[in-house]
Nanobody, 128 residues
Framework: QVQLVESGGGLVQVGDSLRLSCAAS????????MGWFRQAPGKEREFVAA????????YYADSVKGRFTISRDNAKITVSLVMNTLKLEDTATYYC?????????????????????WGQGTQVTVSL
């Protein structure tokens, strides 16, 4: 079992930065690939970023590549998402998820979207 709790959301302006954190409960944290998804009102949930257990590989959605950075601290059992140069379209509820890594990143993201391990979400609102 993995319990996940996100924090760090808030109201920011276009161009600002924000750091989201996800605290996990599992002692097997390092065996899980961790990721962030987001869901805007009226839209489907979409993948944002993911990081492997040993932090040796990351994967990003094209929409955030170069602006967002995912990292993890296995000692503190946390995963973070630093979001820079925020845009209006980044407004969404952001969710943390965990899954065992699959043979490829696309397979891993697909598995993560079906994972039973999700946080409750944290709201990010970007305004003008």
């Amino acid at each position: 079992q993995v319990q996940l709790v996100e924090s760090g959301g808030g109201l920011v302006q276009v161009g600002d930065s924000l750091r989201l954190s996800c605290a996990a409960s599992s002692r097997l944290f390092i065996t899980y690939t961790m990721g962030w998804f987001r869901q805007a009102p009226g839209k489907e949930r979409e993948f944002v970023a993911a990081i492997s257990g040993a932090s040796d590989s990351t994967y990003y959605a094209d929409s955030v590549k170069g602006r967002f950075t995912i990292s993890r601290d296995n000692a503190k059992i946390t995963v973070s998402l630093v979001m820079n140069t925020l845009k209006l379209e980044d407004t969404a509820t952001y969710y943390c998820a965990a899954v065992r890594h699959q043979p490829s990143w696309p397979d891993t993201i697909a598995a993560m979207s079906r994972s039973q391990y999700w946080g409750q979400g944290t709201q990010v609102t970007v305004s003008l």
